[in-house]
């Protein structure tokens, strides 16, 4: 199994920046992907960023791009979400996933067996 805390979380105005953090524990050897999902009330999960643990080859939603990085620090354990530019529309919950299967549905939330306790990110406008 693997454990995740997520830390960072915030309010900022649009156009500020976030850095958000999650730290892992666990069988992190074993992890094929962690990535960052978000979700607003009433609605589904949405995959934000993800990156490959072994390779880290990153993915992301196509609103992000450019404003979001995804890293990773296999040394440490960790994988950070750092967040330029926001917008309003970026408010959500923000949750760390981990996966150790490299199935398809790379980017799916049901493909995630390990997740976060969840961190608020609050863009106003």
């Known amino acids: 199994q693997v454990q995740l805390v997520e830390s960072g979380g915030g309010s900022v105005q649009t156009g500020g920046s976030l850095r958000l953090s999650c730290a892992a524990s666990?069988?992190?050897?074993?992890?094929?992907?962690m990535a960052w999902f978000r979700q607003t009330p009433g609605k589904e999960r949405e995959f934000v960023a993800a990156i490959t643990w072994s390779a880290g080859n990153t993915y992301y939603l196509e609103s992000v791009k450019g404003r979001f990085t995804i890293s990773r620090d296999t040394a440490k354990d960790t994988v950070d979400l750092q967040m330029n530019s926001l917008k309003p529309e970026d408010t959500a919950v923000y949750y760390c996933?981990?996966?150790?299967?490299?199935?398809?549905?790379?980017?799916?939330?049901?493909?995630?067996?390990?997740w976060g306790q969840g961190t608020q990110v609050t863009v106003s406008s």
């Open positions: 996933a981990a996966r150790f299967s490299s199935v398809s549905g790379w980017f799916q939330s049901t493909g995630f067996a390990y």
């Open positions: 666990g069988r992190t050897s074993s992890t094929f992907m």
